[in-house]
């Protein structure tokens, strides 16, 4: 497939985000958490619950929810105020609680910042412009606390010059050993991907040192 539907020109820019999310044109939005953390959660692979666990990209909150109702200490984190709020929608009509903030997830989040068990993210990085990845990696470090992992869904695509970027498992993996991290796993993804990025998905497990 080419580029995921609904994905926005290269940049930074909120408000573009913002206004992908109101169209309701978000197509990386599957309607349903990723199926890799379903299958993670089904193998009892994860930190144990109940680990603090950040979501960065959480979009509408699929993830969040998912993590939620296994007993995750939880918080998303969306650039969109849109997303944030159908999200919050989401948890609500489930009855389950997560904290959900609307903001850059690449800036300092003083209330989760250096409290992370682990972070999990799909999608997130291949939506940034390539220049930000040593900000990925610094954000992601400064989420963790020490000894801390980070669980990345890395995705290939064919865009170089639009979101979502790509990326292969080896440039992922680089920038964020650059930053100090220690890789734990590297698994490529089959049955355990949404139909449509089945062959392009590889779990990349890495870890602040503690």
Do not use: K
Request: glycine letters at 8%.
């Amino acid at each position: 497939m080419g580029h995921e539907p609904g994905a926005p020109p290269a940049g930074t820019d909120a408000q573009a985000w913002e206004a992908i999310y109101q169209a309701d044109d978000a197509g990386w939005d599957l309607g349903q958490p990723s199926p890799p953390l379903v299958a993670f959660l089904a193998e009892g692979v994860l930190p144990p619950a109940p680990a603090v666990v950040a979501v960065p990209g959480c979009g509408t909150g699929h993830e969040v929810l998912a993590l939620a109702q296994a007993g995750y200490q939880v918080t998303g984190l969306d650039f969109a105020p849109s997303a944030i709020a159908a999200a919050r929608e989401r948890l609500q009509a489930a009855a389950c609680a997560a904290e959900l903030l609307a903001g850059d997830a690449l800036e300092p989040t003083p209330s989760i910042d250096g409290r992370c068990d682990w972070v999990f993210e799909q999608t997130f990085f291949c939506a940034l412009l390539p220049s930000q990845r040593a900000a990925y990696a610094a954000a992601m470090w400064r989420l963790l606390r020490p000894g801390g992992e980070l669980w990345a869904i890395q995705m290939r695509t064919p865009n170089t010059d639009r979101q979502p970027f790509d990326s292969t498992p080896d440039e992922f993996e680089a920038a964020l050993t650059a930053r100090g991290f220690i890789p734990l796993e590297r698994r490529p993804l089959q049955a355990e991907s949404f139909a449509r990025r089945r062959g392009r998905e590889t779990l990349i497990r890495l870890q602040r040192p503690s």
